[in-house]
């Protein structure tokens, strides 16, 4: 210990001992510790300051620091993060709160601190404020907004809903699903919904059924709430870490907080904000029933309207069957072939007309085309050259038929002249040859004569009359002359005649035999 | 007729989408005749997907790697 200065007010002679004592000096740590003890003992453990808050700093190690004053005093606070976690509401400049804690002084510092266990926003509830800080907060960052809500399918296949598996809700939701769809799948994801760790566990539901989204065969929708109770109770719905989980959700969130007239920040940001946990079921889900018989009701649309139009163009159809046209197809034929008649037969006629008019013409102007046409002088020319052919060809004949006269008359005269020349010579040749001639006839001719006088014998012995001479006959019918080689050739009383040598005899057949040796 | 396969959110809007062309006759009579079909396969098809779904809670529960696992759920009896 250090001498003290001397400090003559201290020293008094008759004084020794007792009064030296209380004026012995004390060290500041001494002074600090009595400072202490006398806070302690007179200040109530649990004391509660009202004051604005001002030089509010949040220490990186999560300690708060700040300063309760009022119009005329100041109190230093200090607030441990063990408790500052504690705080639903946001600590700044200027706020009006009741402090909690004990009054302590702070050794190293040589001043008396406040240290804060809770803090109570003046005048307004706590939760009150937390709620108002956070909506602001969340309201500025766009939370809320309406672009950001997702659309709710249609037809959920499966449903997560994230609520404590006690509760009233969790049977609430399933048992209004089952009603309305009851095919859906229904996924309970177990939560604390009330106190410290609720907001952690709600949140961290809702984040890890996304990431396992698929791991789950796809959920289309989460339904996150619970049942009625105090606003305490309700608050980790209040929660930011909730609100920015619900925000973040990529799988549509119905939120069912509490009862009607329970609103939270959960509500807010999620995607559709139902009432009550059973409004939340009926929301995420349509009456199957319903979709059935909206199923049977198109059908019957379908088919009536399919049948409508088929009747309509069978009708149509027909329709168009029985048409004229159809029943007797050649009318229409022979209604063309009918004006067709018609145009042949006008302009038959025109033609006709047209014809007279142009003959009428022609015949009118046909003897001057007469009169006027080469042809007259043509024939003319002809007629005259005829004549004159034919006197030509007259004339000419006439001349070579007294040519021909002189000619033949000539050629007589030189025949008769070539004749008597050839007689005088023949004459001498025919003498010659007359007695040659003779000569030779005279030995053919008896030649001749005898050979004709054989032929003559040899006749004669041959001839029939020689055979019947000899004793034979020849026998023909009277009728016919036939000669009878055969009795079957005769009848009885037929007339033969019988030629002899001599002459002939007729006779009368009376009886007819036959030799039988030829039979 | 349907190349994928439609969702029932896209089936029944075909479906709808169907009946009120073939009612507003803005289709022809071979047309309507495939519409039908076609919307007639659509019925099926949504009553097939509405009775083919899940039928079943299931709870679920964290595993250790921090995926999700399912197990029976046991309703809570009504208060």
Redesign the interface.
């Known amino acids: 210990m250090k001498r003290q200065p001397f400090n003559p007010n201290l020293v008094t002679p008759s004084s020794t001992k007792a009064p030296a004592r209380q004026s012995t000096p004390i060290t500041v740590s001494e002074l600090t510790a009595r400072i202490k003890r006398a806070i302690a003992t007179t200040l109530p453990s649990t004391i509660h300051v009202i004051g604005q808050i001002s030089n509010f700093k949040r220490h990186s190690s999560g300690h708060l620091y700040f300063t309760l004053k009022d119009e005329s005093s100041e109190l230093s606070c200090v607030m441990w993060r063990s408790d500052a976690a504690r705080l639903k509401f946001d600590i700044h400049d200027g706020l009006e709160v009741v402090a909690t804690g004990h009054v302590e002084v702070f050794d190293k510092a040589g001043r008396y601190q406040l240290y804060a266990r809770k803090l109570q926003p003046e005048g307004l509830g706590e939760l009150e404020l937390a709620f108002r800080q956070l909506y602001n907060k969340l309201s500025k960052e766009g939370l809320f907004d309406p672009g950001h809500k997702q659309p709710l ?3 959920p ?2 449903i ?1 809903i994230v609520t404590s ?4 809700a ?2 609430d939701i ?2 209004t699903l089952q009603r309305r769809f ?9 939560v604390r919904v009330q106190g410290e760790s609720a907001s952690k566990e709600i949140a961290g539901a809702i984040a ?2 996304n ?2 989204a698929e ?2 065969g796809g959920v289309d929708l989460m339904i996150v709430g619970r049942g009625g109770g105090s606003t305490e109770d309700l608050w980790a719905f209040n929660e930011e870490n909730v609100a920015r989980a619900i925000f973040t959700s990529r799988i549509p969130i119905i939120s069912a907080v509490g009862h009607e007239v329970d609103i939270s920040i959960a509500d807010l940001v999620a995607d559709l904000r139902a009432a009550t946990p059973t409004a939340a079921a009926e929301l995420a889900v349509p009456v ?1 029933d319903e ?2 018989a ?2 049977a009701m ?2 019957s ?3 009536r ?2 049948r409508q ?2 009747a309509l ?1 069978t009708s149509q159809l027909d329709g168009l069957a029985h048409h004229h046209c159809f029943r007797e197809p050649l009318n229409l034929v022979y209604q063309r072939e009918q004006i067709l008649d018609e145009l042949c037969g006008r302009q038959h006629q025109r033609l006709t007309q047209q014809i007279r008019l142009q003959r009428q013409r022609v015949e009118k102007n046909e003897p001057t085309i007469q009169r006027i046409h080469p042809h007259a002088a043509i024939r003319n020319n002809e007629n005259r050259l005829h004549r004159v052919m034919h006197r030509l060809a007259h004339i000419t004949s006439m001349q070579c038929q007294q040519h021909d006269r002189r000619l033949y008359q000539l050629m007589l005269r030189l025949r008769q002249q070539a004749l008597d020349i050839k007689l005088s010579h023949s004459d001498q040749l025919v003498s010659q040859s007359h007695i040659l001639l003779s000569a030779s006839l005279r030995r053919h001719m008896a030649t001749l004569r005898e050979h004709l006088w054989q032929q003559q014998q040899l006749l004669t012995a041959l001839s029939h009359k020689r055979v019947l001479q000899r004793g034979y006959s020849i026998t023909r019918l009277k009728k016919g002359q036939q000669i009878l080689r055969s009795v079957k050739q005769l009848q009885d009383t037929q007339r033969i005649v019988t030629e002899l040598a001599d002459g002939e005899v007729e006779s009368e057949v009376v009886n007819l035999s036959q030799l039988e040796l030829f039979e | 007729m349907a190349k994928k396969k439609l969702s ?2 896209e089936s ?1 809007a075909r ?2 989408n ?2 009120q062309q ?2 507003q ?1 803005k289709v022809g ?1 071979e047309e ?2 495939d519409r ?1 079909e076609e ?2 396969g659509l ?1 099926k098809q ?2 097939d997907m ?13 595993k250790a790697d ?3 696992g ?1 197990g029976k ?1 046991e ?5």
């Open positions: 399918p249609l037809f296949k499966r997560v598996p006690t509760g009233a969790v049977g399933i048992r009851p095919s859906v799948g229904i996924l309970v994801y177990p890890r059924v990431a396992n791991l789950l199957l979709i059935l909206g199923l198109h059908e649309r379908l088919f309207s399919v139009i088929t163009a | 029932f959110e029944l479906l709808e169907i009946t073939i009612e006759g009579l309507s005749i039908y919307g007639m019925v949504c009553r509405l009775s083919k779904a899940e039928q079943r809670i299931q709870k679920l529960h964290e921090g995926s999700l399912t759920f309703e809570p009896k009504p208060s």
